[in-house]
């Protein structure tokens, strides 16, 4: 098939390059002229595992392009992805102009029947709005659909690839078959592909990613309890996570959810049931969790020095929201970066991949130190925000050489306390005893 995306963020370059990759003809448009020229190029504006090579490969074979000409690229397709940004407006509600600008710009380039493929992240009935926009431009017949994205940042290859299942919202038969014979090879273990409406298709991305976020917050939570208690979260999780009815997933205590999509989505669909005169006390409350664990965190940082916090160098390891991505979007290192910075702290991070992202947002307020232990060279203490694994099992011996002061303030529960306390530690971590 011939296809469109709209967007060559996260979510639209590597659906265009996955769709690419599975044999179709993807033209990727973005408003971003410059970020266009350079993917031309095949360098990438995001750091994605596996990305770079299949970009490549299929700009070589010459079945994904770049282009700023969206005219060009509707007139000539049959399926059009929106996959732009929906960031959070200053109430918390999802900012969709961006996906309304993208549906204009589709009604007014429409040449004929075309098949309008939402992915953007929206509020339960934009699809219909989508629709509506695009009736009121052009006179082809179209139809749209409602089919969130479910990749994670990290593994958007992988998830895209082969996703645990497809969510189709449509119930027009015609558009059914050719979504079915799109995702077919994607689905060839198995997994569901599942159609409903608009409304559920749009309520079932928010319904997974509030789900998720609820789970983190409550492992922090009850590792807060924990702490208290003298209880320890690490086993406490085992435990949990055993029960059938549980499982693993989204178990691990830390400094919350950060990113681009788990904090705005829980926001967004709290504001959608309140507006709807729904109480929404569990969405609120997972945010309100959210946001209490780094700053718990950072107070343990700060409590830790006292006034002396304005004459230490503290090293942080870990920038991304999450390892293996370099998207520092809502990352809760942020903040504890800025408690420090405000505090009076000097700051030396390291991020095999978000360090350029790091010096972008804090120029010559920190130090982006280009090795990790370069980074902790006469370091008063270390903050580990980020569960790279390269951070996992460090060589504590050459820590202990590095640094001037030998404490470990652990956001991820990378270490054992035990194991520190024998190197000569400090030790403080997330719903565990401190060493
Ligand atoms: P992003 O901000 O990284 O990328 C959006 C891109 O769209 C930008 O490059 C921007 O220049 C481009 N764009 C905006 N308007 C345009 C227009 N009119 N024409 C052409 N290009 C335009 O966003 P993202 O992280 O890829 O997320 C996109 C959507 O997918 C959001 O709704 C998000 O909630 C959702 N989503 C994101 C993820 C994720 O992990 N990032 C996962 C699932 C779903």
Known sequence: MRITVIGTGYVGLVVGTGLAENGHTVACVDKDAHKIERLKKAILPTYEPGLEELVTRNLEEERLAFTSDLDKAIGDCLLVFICVGTPPT?????????????????GRAMRGYRVIVNKSTCPVGT???????????TAHEFDVVANPEFLKEGAAVDDFMRPDRIVIGSEDVRVVEIMKELYAPFLRTGKPFFTM???SAEMTKYAVNTMIAARISMINELANVCQAYEADITEVREGLASDSRIGAAYLFPGLGFGGSCLPKD?????????????????????????ERQRERFAKVVLDYYGDAIAQKRIALWG???KPRTDDIRGAPALHIIDALLA???????????????????????????????????GADGLVVATEWNEFRRPDYD?????????????????????????????????GRASA
């Open 90 to 106: 200053t109430d918390g509600d999802a900012d969709t102009s961006e996906v309304f600008a993208a549906a204009e710009a589709i």
């Open 127 to 137: 699809t219909e709005r989508i629709r509506d926009t695009i009736a009121g431009l």
């Open 197 to 199: 409406s608009f409304r």
């Open 266 to 290: 829980v926001v967004a669909c709290a504001r959608l049931g309140r507006k709807a005169g729904i109480e929404c006390d569990m969405l609120e409350a997972t945010t309100r969790v959210n």
């Open 319 to 321: 920038a991304s929201f």
């Open 343 to 377: 505090a009076g702290a000097k700051v030396i991070a390291y991020d095999s991949k978000a360090g350029p992202r790091l010096s972008e947002v804090y120029g010559d307020a920190i130090t982006v130190a280009p090795k990790m232990y370069a980074s902790i060279e």
């Open 398 to 430: 050459r820590m202990a050489e590095h640094m001037r002061e030998r404490v470990i303030f652990d956001g991820r529960n990378l270490y054992t306390p035990r194991v520190l306390a024998e190197h000569g530690f400090r030790y403080f971590s997330i």
